[in-house]
């Protein structure tokens, strides 16, 4: 999310981004954040600047920052500003303007108090449109280490100062080594309604399910019972989202068995109950991304069914 994200009700650009490095375990966020390009760059830095240490006098570094401090701090650490004029285009423009229209003629048929048949059927042809705008990254490198990250402008005709779950810890993105209890490394990041995938903490939950020997069958379970049955939710009739996840542990390359060479046993899935979502992905072996629009089934029913996707690669990984 940057330049020509969702418009706020007030026609500003709000923007929420978090990042998460799973060596480390430190965690960057900003939200509810105007007049700069690329919000994640500011999670970035919050992230990198904590793994510095601790400030003067002993105060904790903070890891995440929201609406004017988040800009202040911004400023402070060599991020440039965006003129407001500049965040908006043409497509965002328009599409808040006829989303405005919408909201003004729903509110005037609640204030006239009309039939309750007729009201129903005009507030479905003047719903706001649900456009939305996340875009989330997952990451591998060739020593096994993960990162994962997610920036959102938010739903469209937000309240201003409303934070979604792309700055929130354990809902916009996850990531986290093998060690411990931990078999493979993870690395999740979510799209959709951030009201939901905040009371989910779908991210984590995705993460911790990724655990268990078939991951396809964890993301499935998980999606089913952590999101569209969650009891979280039970009041929602339809429930919006979705993640790509990415899990990896490290295996013998079956042609060279006596070298000092491993592979990356890779796996990359995505997940999501939204009538379509956006995938890419590539390697630093390829010339450019493949990408791929998921779709649900036919019949399926947007909030209420989901699509599951995704593929196993072997990536080289020289051995310390």
């Known amino acids: 999310a940057r330049m020509g994200s969702n418009l706020n009700l007030s026609g500003d650009i709000e923007c929420d981004a978090s990042t998460m490095d799973g060596k480390s375990l430190n965690f960057g966020a900003v939200g509810a954040l105007r007049g700069i390009k690329n919000p994640i760059l500011v999670a970035n830095k919050l992230l990198s600047e904590a793994q510095k240490g601790k400030l003067s006098a002993g105060r904790i570094p903070p890891c995440f920052l929201v609406g004017e401090g988040a800009y202040k701090w911004a400023m402070d650490h060599g991020i440039p500003p ?19 229209r919408k ?13 309750t048949k007729k009201r129903r059927e005009v507030s479905e042809n003047t719903n706001v449109t649900t456009s939305l705008d996340t875009v989330g990254a997952v990451v591998v490198d060739h020593e096994g280490n993960v990162a994962a990250a997610v920036s959102s402008g938010g739903l469209a005709m937000k309240h201003p100062g409303r934070v979604g779950q792309a700055a929130v810890y354990g809902c916009g993105c996850w990531a986290e080594n ?5 078999v493979y490394s993870t690395a999740v990041s979510t799209s959709g ?35 569209v049955r969650s009891p979280f939710l039970a009041c929602e009739d339809s429930v919006l989202g979705g993640v790509i996840v990415l899990r990896c542990c490290r295996c013998s390359l079956e ?13 990359f899935l ?21 990408t791929h629009i998921s ?26």
């Open 82 to 100: 965006c003129p407001p004029d500049i965040m908006a285009t043409k497509f965002s423009l328009s599409a808040f303007r006829k989303n405005r």
């Open 103 to 115: 909201l003004e003629l729903a509110e005037k048929v609640e204030t006239e108090m009309i039939q």
């Open 178 to 182: 093998t060690g411990g209890s931990n």
């Open 193 to 227: 309604c951030g009201e939901h995938l905040v009371r989910t903490m779908l991210a984590r939950e995705c993460s911790v399910a990724l655990q268990a020997e078939d991951a396809h069958q964890a993301l499935l379970e998980t999606m089913q019972k952590k999101f």
């Open 255 to 267: 042609s060279e068995p006596s070298s000092n060479t491993q592979a990356l046993l890779v796996e």
């Open 270 to 290: 995505w997940s999501h109950t939204t009538e379509s979502m956006c995938v890419g992905y590539m390697s630093t072996q390829d010339g450019k991304a493949k």
């Open 295 to 320: 779709r649900l089934p036919p019949g399926a029913v947007a909030g209420q069914s989901l699509a599951i996707e995704g593929g196993v690669c072997r990536l080289r990984s020289s051995v310390n």
